[in-house]
């Protein structure tokens, strides 16, 4: 059992946040098959603070999927602090910690000053990560880039290791990359060797055997992965089979039918809308005869009936 902060965690794989992909049904999947932590999409704190009725549905959690992570996203060291003691407030059970986006790197958040504006800004993420600490005993953790455009990794995760955070996640890759090219893992290396907290490593974790290699090179506590898993559950059910020493089983049709009926289920159960399942059932369609086809029809459904149907149909 390894530890953030005081939480402690089971060996595995951590749920990425994922804007627009990891609401309450997505990330209860994600636990049913065995990812150990899992983390909110990114959070507006000043939303939070202004009492945003649509950001408060974003703080939905279900019993089944805890432990979860808050992500927050903003600049201001009050509001964000402000906003978790908000949240602790209203919702003292919802979350077991607060990550920090530091990753954000689309041009609105650049020109908004938050998300990976911030690698560029490490006393600024200091003195966040030291507000949020003065707010909670709940740890905190700040998922990074190596930078915006120039590699900043190092001084920022120092700053928020001296002023509290309980681990650091690093996304291996430059905020302008966004998500081409290939995480840079040495980097990854690079941290475990400067930190003394817990590091999760992050990024093109996509199966059991990129697992393994990101933990043997990086040498990190935690790996955490997001686009692996979009449509994709399963993943972590093989993730846990290997830490548990099993053998690690394929993924064949019938896991595929079993995984979409579920999340169909939970999508019902938290009253999601089509555009938050076809995302899962398009990364779901995938490495089968008849895929495509079928993928093209989970692109054009209008309704989650739409998705549903087609999807039962090919697999009875
Ligand atoms: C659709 C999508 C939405 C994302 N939203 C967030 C987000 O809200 N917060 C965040 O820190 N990272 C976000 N990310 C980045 C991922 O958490 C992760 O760092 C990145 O995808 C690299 O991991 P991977 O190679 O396993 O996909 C998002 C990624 C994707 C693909």
Redesign the pocket.
């Known amino acids: 059992m390894q530890k953030i902060g005081n939480l402690k965690i089971k060996e595995g794989a951590f749920l990425?946040?994922?804007?627009?992909?990891t609401n309450v049904a997505f990330r209860t999947l994600a636990k049913e098959y065995g990812s150990t932590l899992g983390y909110t999409?990114?959070v507006s704190a000043k939303a939070i603070c202004f009492n945003s009725k649509r950001t408060f549905e974003m703080l939905e959690v279900s019993e089944e999927e805890k432990p979860v992570f808050l992500?927050l996203f903003g600049n201001d060291p009050e509001v964000i602090a402000n906003a978790i003691k908000i949240v602790e407030k209203k919702l003292p059970k919802n979350f077991v910690g607060y990550d920090l986006?530091c990753?954000?790197s689309v041009p609105k958040a650049i020109k908004g000053k938050y998300g990976c504006y911030l690698m560029d800004h490490p006393v600024l993420v200091g003195k966040i990560i030291a507000a949020m600490k003065n707010a909670t005993k709940k740890p905190i953790t700040a998922?990074l880039r190596i930078g915006l455009e120039k590699e900043t990794f190092l001084e920022v995760a120092k700053e928020a290791e001296k002023n509290g955070a309980d681990a650091i996640c690093l996304?291996a890759r430059f905020g302008k990359q966004g998500?081409s090219g290939v995480?840079d893992w040495k980097k990854i290396k690079e941290l475990k060797n400067k930190v003394k907290v817990p590091v999760i490593g992050?990024?093109?974790?996509v199966d059991v055997t990129t697992y393994k290699k990101m933990k043997k090179e990086t040498n990190c506590d935690f790996v955490m992965?997001?686009?692996?898993i979009i449509g994709n559950a399963f993943l972590f059910k093989q993730i846990k089979q290997f830490c548990e020493g099993k053998k690690v089983k394929e993924k064949n049709e019938k896991e595929i039918l079993i995984e979409g009926k579920r999340f169909l289920e939970l999508a019902n159960d938290f009253s999601l809308g089509v555009n938050n399942v076809r995302g899962y059932f398009i990364g779901l369609a995938n490495g089968f005869n008849g895929a495509k086809k079928l993928r093209d029809s989970f692109a054009r459904a209008k309704n989650i009936e739409e998705i549903e149907k087609p999807f039962l149909k090919f697999f009875k």
């Open positions: 990425a946040p994922m804007a627009d992909y999409e990114l992500q986006n990753g954000c998922k996304h998500y995480a992050n990024g093109d974790v992965v997001a686009r692996g």
